[in-house]
C-alpha cells in the first residue's frame, strides 16, 4: 500500500481485487447481486419512486339534481388516486341507460327519483361509486292546483311531495308534531344543536304548482325563530323555480331581526303560539305560470348560529276559478244555519279524494276544530256532524274544505 500521497489510497493490485468483487455476478461473492431488480423487489427496498400504477377511487359530481322531463345531466369524472384509461356508467332512468363515455350527458324522459354507479378502471384495477336518489326528474304537469294550505298534518304527504335537501350532512328539515302554528305538526331544523365549527346549509324543497287559475297569487308562510346571541346571524332565503328547479330566482332573503320572531334563547327553544310571524311573497309576475316551485333555503351563522327555525301553513293564497275548486265536489253545504247546538256538513264527491281534510276556524282565519284530518273517501255522498261536544263559542266560522289541496 503506497502513502505518498493519501493514506487511505489503495495499491493497484489492491483496486483490481475490490473491482472484481463489486462487479461479480457470482450468486454466492458477487455484491453487484445485492442491487439487481429481484434483490431489491425481494429485499423490499426497491425504488420507493419509480413508477407505480394504482387503481383509481371513484367519485363523480353532476351538472344539476333536479330537471323537467326530456331535459339533461351531464356527469363528470372526479376520481382520483390513479389515471383513468376506462369507465363504465349505470344511469337508472336515463338514456342511455349505460355508458362507457368519460363525462356523457344523458336524457331523463320519466319523472321520479334516480341513482347513478360510476366505475372508472385501469390496469392496476377498478373502483365503484353509487350515489343514491340523486337526480329528480319532475313532470312538465304541476302537482297541484289553484289555491293551496299545507301545514304538514300528514306524514305520508309530507314525505311524498316535499324535497328534503342537506347539503353539509347536520341537522335538517323534518316534520314535527311536537309544535305547529296551526293543527298539530311543522317543519323544523334544529339549528341550537349546530356547533360553532359547522355552518348547517339545507333547502326545502315544494311539490310544484299551477298558478295560471289564481288571481292575484301570494305565497304565504308561517316562521319561528331565535337566536341565542345578538350576535347570530341565521338567514332564511325563499326561492322560486320555473323549470322544475334547474334554476332559481331569490324572492325574499330574511336574516336578523327580519327573521327572529321572538327574544334570544339560549336553551333549545320551541316555540309558544305567540312567537310565530306571517311572511308573504308576491307572486304577482309569474300569476300564469303552471309548473312552479319553491324553495326554504336556511343557512345557520357563522361563527355564531341562532336557535332552531320553524315553518308552518305554507299557502298559495289568491282568488281561484270555480271550476278549479269544484273539480272533485258536487255539492257541499252546512246545515242547519245557524244552528245553537249541532251543525251537519253535507257533500258529494264527484271522484276520489286522497286527502280530504275539513277544518272550522274563526273570523281571524285560526283553526278552532279539524273535523277530517288528511282521510281518503271514495266518490258517494257524505253527512259529517259538527256536534256541541266540540265546544264552540257563539259566532261566525268558516268551515275551509280541501280536497288534495284544492281549497
Known amino acids: 500500500m503506497s502513502y505518498n500521497s493519501c493514506q487511505n489510497m489503495f495499491s493497484a493490485g489492491q483496486k483490481v481485487r475490490m473491482d472484481a468483487t463489486l462487479n461479480s455476478t457470482s450468486t454466492s461473492t458477487g455484491l453487484r447481486q445485492l442491487s ?19 387503481a383509481p377511487i371513484a367519485d363523480f359530481t353532476y351538472s344539476n339534481p333536479m330537471i323537467c322531463v326530456g331535459s339533461t345531466v351531464t356527469y363528470t369524472d372526479n376520481s382520483y388516486n390513479g389515471v383513468v384509461t376506462s369507465q363504465s356508467w349505470t344511469l337508472n332512468g336515463g338514456t342511455p341507460a349505460t355508458s362507457t363515455a368519460i363525462n356523457p350527458t344523458i336524457t331523463y324522459n320519466t319523472p321520479g327519483v334516480y341513482s347513478t354507479t360510476y366505475q372508472p378502471s385501469n390496469s392496476a384495477g377498478s373502483g365503484s361509486k353509487t350515489k343514491t336518489n340523486i337526480i329528480t326528474i319532475s313532470s312538465l304537469t304541476a302537482s297541484y292546483s289553484g289555491t293551496i294550505i299545507d301545514g304538514f298534518e300528514n306524514a305520508t304527504q309530507f314525505t311524498n311531495d316535499w324535497i328534503v335537501v342537506d347539503h353539509t ?9 311536537a309544535v305547529a302554528a296551526t293543527g298539530s305538526a311543522a317543519v323544523e331544523i334544529r339549528n341550537f344543536l349546530t356547533n360553532s365549527t359547522t355552518r348547517l346549509k339545507d333547502d326545502l324543497i315544494s311539490p310544484s304548482y299551477d298558478l295560471s287559475n289564481v288571481t292575484n297569487p301570494q305565497l304565504k308562510f308561517k316562521v319561528a325563530h331565535a337566536s341565542k346571541t345578538s350576535a347570530d346571524n341565521d338567514r332564511l332565503f325563499i326561492w322560486w323555480s320555473l323549470d322544475c328547479g334547474e334554476t332559481w330566482s331569490l324572492k325574499l332573503p330574511l336574516s336578523g331581526n327580519s327573521l327572529r320572531t321572538t327574544t334570544n334563547k339560549t336553551t333549545m327553544w320551541v316555540p309558544t303560539a305567540s312567537e310565530w310571524a306571517e311572511k308573504t311573497v308576491d307572486l304577482s309576475t309569474i300569476t300564469n305560470e303552471t309548473n312552479v316551485r319553491f324553495k326554504f333555503s336556511f343557512e345557520s351563522g357563522s361563527p355564531s348560529s341562532g336557535n332552531n327555525l320553524y315553518l308552518d301553513d305554507i299557502n298559495i293564497d289568491g282568488i281561484t276559478s270555480v271550476k278549479d275548486i269544484y273539480d272533485n265536489i258536487g255539492s257541499f253545504s252546512v246545515f242547519p244555519n245557524p244552528t245553537s247546538k249541532t251543525a251537519n256538513i253535507s257533500f258529494n264527491l264527484i271522484k276520489e279524494v286522497k286527502n280530504l281534510s275539513i277544518t272550522v276556524r274563526d273570523l281571524l282565519g285560526k283553526e278552532v276544530t279539524r273535523v277530517v284530518n288528511g282521510q281518503s273517501f271514495l266518490p258517494g255522498k257524505y253527512t259529517l256532524s259538527i256536534d ?3 265546544q264552540l263559542n257563539s259566532g261566525v266560522y268558516f268551515v275551509v274544505f280541501n280536497a288534495d289541496n284544492n281549497v
Open 169 to 177: 350532512g347536520g341537522q335538517k328539515f323534518q316534520r314535527t308534531t
Open 36 to 54: 439487481v431488480a429481484s434483490n431489491l423487489t425481494f429485499t423490499g427496498i426497491n425504488d420507493p419512486y419509480g413508477p407505480v400504477v394504482c
Open 388 to 390: 256541541q261536544n266540540q
